[in-house]
C-alpha cells in the first residue's frame, strides 16, 4: 500500500479542495464531551480530539428516517434524496470495521440499493484515535484497520502519515499533489511505531470474544438473562447507537389531497415490545429477557459462527449509553461467570434480599 | 443457507410491481380470494417462484404485507393468494374489488426443497388457513404426477363452513392417483359426509407408509404443530423429511429489516420452510 506524510497544517486546506466536490462530514463537539458527525460548514468545528460519536457512521448512510420511495395510482417513483456526494472524514477504525459489516448484510442476497447507493457516493477518510475506559475494539480485533477506506491518517507528531487505501483514494491525493510528501523518514517511522506500541498498552478492557458463542450456547437458559430483563428499560437505545445494528421499520405515509403515499423507512430495535408482534396480538418475543437474547446473540454469536469474528466492533457506545449498564462488556464478563459490581446486578440484589 | 435472487426488480427488491386484480371472492366468513396478474405482461410471464414462497402485497395508503402465493408455478402468468382479514393491509386489501390494482413484489423465501423431493412420497397436512401456502405444492405435485410417489392429503378445518378450497379439494377427492382425506372438528351442518374429528384423527387411514421415502408438509395454527408432529414422528419419518412452512412478523421480505430474525436466521430468505430438525435445533422457531 502507497503512503504519504501530510503536514498538519496542511490538513485544512486539503479538505477545502477536497470539499468543493461533496459534502464534507466530520466529528464536532455537540454537547460537553459528546460528539458528532456533522455536516461541515466551517473547518474550525472539527474536533479531532473525540473518542466516539453519539450516533455511528450508519446515520450518513441509512438516515434514521428517510423515503425509499412514492407509491401512487400511476406507479413508484424511487427516491434517492439522501444519497448525496459525501465526504466522511475523522471516522475511527473500529467504525469502518463497523461499515464492512453493513456491507455485507445489506449487499447479502439481495442488494439494498438505499444502502448500496449512499456507500458508493461516500469518500472514507479515516483517522487514527485512543482508547477510553470503555473501548473494546482490541479485544474484537477492530483497532486496526487494513481496508474499507479511500485514505487514512495517523497521527504523528506534527505530520500525518496517509495511507491511500483506494484509487478514488489516490485520486484525492492528486487534486493538491504539491502537499504530500513521498519522503517517510526513519525518525517518522520510528514516532509511528512508539506511538503504535504506546496505544497498544492503553487499552484497559479485555474481553475473550472467541469463547462467546460456546457461552451463549451453554448459558442460554441461564437466569442471569431474567436479570437484565428485569433491568432493561426497554428502551431500544443500544441498537440506535450500536454501529452494527441495521433493523428498521417501514413507514406508509398517506399525502394530503393526493391518492399517494410515501413509502419510508427508520430505525427499529429488537430491545422494544413492539418487535416481534404478529396478528392478533401475539408475541413471539415478549418478554424483555428474550429480546436481549436476541440482540446478544447476534453481537457475540451469530456473525463469530458465520464469519469467525464478532459482528460487535467493540465502539464502547453501548457501555456509554445504557442507563442500566447493560453492555457487551458487562454480558461478556456475566456469562464468564465473573463476579459483577453493575447496575443490574445491584438491582437484582436489592430485589431478592 | 439460501442466496439467489429471483425477485422481479432486480434492481430494487423494494420497488412493488403493479397488478391488477383478476378474480376474488370469499373463501370462508373471514378469508378471501385473489386471482392476481401483473399489470407488465413481460414481468407477468416472466414471475418465476416455487411452491412455499410468499409475495409482498401492498395497498396505497394501508400498508405492506407477507402472503404465501397458493397458486403453482406449473399454471404461469396467474398468481393466486387467500388472505384473512387480520388488520390494517387485510381489512384495505378486502375492500378491493375486480380490476382495482396492488402492488406485489417478490417471489421471496426458500420454497420447499422440490427437486429433493422428486421420486418420494408426499404426505400434505394443513390445517385451517396452512392451507394457503400447501395447495401450492399440493397442485404442483398433481401437475407433475409422475415425479412423484404416493401423495396423500390431510385437511382440516373447524367447521365445514370454514374449510377453505372445499369445492376444490371434494373435486380432487374424484382422482385416483391422490388420497384426499378432510375432516372438521364440528359438523354444525348436519350434512357434512367425511370424517368428524381434529386433523391426526385422520391418521390411521394412512397405511402402509415407508418413512425413509416419505416427505411429510406441515401447515397449520401453532397448536396443531405439536400434535401432528407426534404421529409423524411415530410413522417414523425422519426429522429432516418433515417440512413445515412458519410465520413471522415480516417488514421486508429480503433479509434486512431484522423483523423476521430468529437466533441468526431470518425466516423471510433462510426460511419460511424450516424442516422438523432445524426446530430442535433452533430453540425459538416453534
Ligand atoms: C411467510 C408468510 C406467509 C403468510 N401467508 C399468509 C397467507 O397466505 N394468508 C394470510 O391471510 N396471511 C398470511 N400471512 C400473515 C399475514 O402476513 C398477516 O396476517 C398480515 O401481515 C396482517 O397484516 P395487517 O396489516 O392486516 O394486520 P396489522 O394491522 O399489521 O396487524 C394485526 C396484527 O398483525 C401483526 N402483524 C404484522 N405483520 C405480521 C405478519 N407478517 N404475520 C402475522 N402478523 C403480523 C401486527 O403486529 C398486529 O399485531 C403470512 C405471513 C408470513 C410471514
Ligand atoms: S455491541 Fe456495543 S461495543 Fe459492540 S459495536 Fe455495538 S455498540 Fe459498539
Ligand atoms: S439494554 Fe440498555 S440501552 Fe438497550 S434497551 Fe435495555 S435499557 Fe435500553
Ligand atoms: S422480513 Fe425483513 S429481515 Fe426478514
Redesign the pocket.
Known amino acids: 500500500m502507497k503512503i504519504v506524510k501530510l503536514k498538519k497544517e496542511n490538513l485544512f486546506p486539503f479538505l477545502e479542495s477536497l470539499s468543493k466536490e461533496a459534502d464534507l462530514w466530520a466529528p464536532v463537539q455537540k454537547y460537553e464531551n459528546k460528539h458528532s458527525f456533522q455536516l461541515i460548514k466551517d473547518f474550525s468545528q472539527i474536533d479531532l480530539k473525540y473518542t466516539r460519536t453519539i450516533l455511528p457512521p450508519k446515520k450518513l448512510f441509512l438516515p434514521p428516517t428517510f423515503n425509499m420511495f412514492l407509491a401512487t395510482e400511476q406507479g413508484y417513483e424511487e427516491d434517492f434524496s439522501h444519497v448525496t456526494k459525501k465526504i466522511l472524514f475523522g471516522i475511527h477504525p473500529c467504525d469502518i470495521h463497523g461499515l464492512l459489516i453493513l456491507d455485507r448484510f445489506f449487499q447479502h442476497v439481495f442488494d439494498d440499493p438505499y444502502y448500496s447507493k449512499a456507500r458508493q457516493n461516500t469518500l472514507i477518510l479515516g483517522h487514527s484515535c485512543w482508547p477510553d475506559e470503555n473501548c473494546m475494539c482490541k479485544s474484537t480485533n477492530t483497532h486496526i484497520i487494513e481496508e474499507g477506506y479511500d485514505l487514512f491518517f495517523s497521527e504523528l507528531e506534527t505530520a500525518y502519515l496517509v495511507w491511500i487505501g483506494s484509487s478514488e483514494g489516490d485520486d484525492c491525493i492528486r487534486i493538491k499533489p504539491g502537499i504530500f510528501d513521498e519522503d517517510i523518514t526513519d525518525e517518522d517511522i520510528q514516532i509511528y511505531i512508539k506511538w503504535h506500541n504506546e496505544r497498544d498498552k492503553a487499552f484497559q478492557v479485555d474481553i475473550n470474544f472467541i469463547a462467546m458463542p460456546d457461552l451463549m450456547e451453554l448459558k442460554y437458559e441461564n437466569p442471569l438473562w431474567e436479570k437484565l430483563g428485569d433491568a432493561c428499560l426497554a428502551c431500544g437505545s443500544c441498537s440506535n447507537v450500536c454501529p452494527t445494528c441495521n433493523c428498521y421499520n417501514v413507514l406508509d405515509k398517506p399525502l394530503l389531497n393526493k391518492y399517494a403515499s410515501e413509502i419510508g423507512r427508520c430505525w427499529d430495535a429488537c430491545t422494544l415490545e413492539?418487535y416481534s408482534?404478529?396478528?392478533?396480538?401475539?408475541n413471539f418475543r415478549e418478554k424483555r429477557a428474550q429480546r436481549l437474547k436476541l440482540w446478544y446473540t447476534h453481537k457475540l454469536q451469530a456473525y463469530i459462527s458465520k464469519y469467525g469474528k464478532p459482528a460487535c466492533v467493540g465502539c464502547g457506545r453501548c457501555a456509554s449509553t445504557c442507563p442500566v449498564d447493560i453492555n457487551v462488556q458487562t454480558v461478556a464478563k456475566a456469562l464468564e461467570g465473573k463476579d459483577m459490581d453493575t447496575f443490574w446486578n445491584r438491582l437484582s440484589k436489592e430485589v431478592t434480599k | 443457507m439460501n442466496g439467489e435472487n429471483k425477485c422481479i426488480n432486480q434492481t430494487n427488491p423494494y420497488l412493488p410491481e403493479a397488478a391488477r386484480i383478476v378474480r376474488t371472492y370469499p373463501l370462508t366468513e373471514d378469508?378471501k380470494y385473489f386471482q392476481v396478474r401483473l399489470v407488465d405482461m413481460e414481468k407477468a410471464i416472466s414471475f418465476k417462484y416455487s411452491p412455499g414462497q410468499?409475495a409482498m402485497i401492498s395497498v396505497l395508503g394501508?400498508?405492506e404485507?407477507?402472503?404465501?402465493?397458493?397458486s403453482t408455478p406449473s399454471r404461469p402468468s396467474l398468481l393466486e393468494?387467500?388472505?384473512?382479514?387480520?388488520?390494517?393491509?387485510?381489512?384495505?386489501?378486502f375492500k378491493l374489488k375486480e380490476n382495482d390494482h396492488i402492488g406485489i413484489r417478490g417471489p421471496?423465501?426458500n420454497g420447499f426443497p422440490i427437486e429433493s423431493m422428486h421420486g418420494k412420497d408426499i404426505i400434505i397436512v394443513m390445517g385451517g388457513?396452512g392451507a394457503?401456502?400447501l395447495r401450492s405444492v399440493l397442485l404442483y405435485c398433481l401437475d407433475n404426477r409422475d415425479l412423484f410417489g404416493r401423495v396423500a392429503l390431510l385437511h382440516g378445518a373447524k367447521r365445514p363452513a370454514e374449510m377453505i378450497f372445499r369445492e376444490e379439494f371434494f373435486a380432487l377427492k374424484e382422482r385416483k392417483d391422490l388420497e384426499c382425506y378432510l375432516t372438521v372438528d364440528a359438523d354444525d351442518t348436519g350434512k357434512w359426509k367425511e370424517n368428524i374429528g381434529v386433523v391426526t384423527t385422520l391418521f390411521p387411514q394412512l397405511k402402509d407408509i415407508n418413512p425413509s421415502k416419505t416427505f411429510a408438509i406441515v401447515c397449520g395454527p401453532p397448536v396443531m404443530y405439536k400434535f401432528v408432529l407426534k404421529e409423524l414422528i411415530k410413522l417414523n419419518i425422519p426429522k429432516n423429511q418433515i417440512l413445515m412452512?412458519?410465520?413471522?412478523?415480516?417488514?421486508c421480505g429480503v433479509g434486512k429489516c431484522g423483523?423476521?430474525a430468529i437466533d441468526y436466521i431470518y425466516?423471510?430468505i433462510d426460511?419460511?420452510v424450516f424442516t422438523y430438525w432445524d426446530v430442535i435445533h433452533m430453540k425459538e422457531l416453534i
Request: charged content about 15%; proline content about 6%.
Open positions: 413492539s408482534e404478529v396478528a392478533g396480538g401475539e | 378469508v410468499f394501508a400498508g404485507a407477507p402472503f404465501s402465493i397458493s393468494f387467500c388472505i384473512r382479514k387480520a388488520g390494517t393491509v387485510t381489512n384495505a386489501i421471496y423465501g388457513l394457503a401456502p412452512t412458519l410465520e413471522r412478523r415480516m417488514k423483523h423476521c425466516t423471510c426460511g419460511p
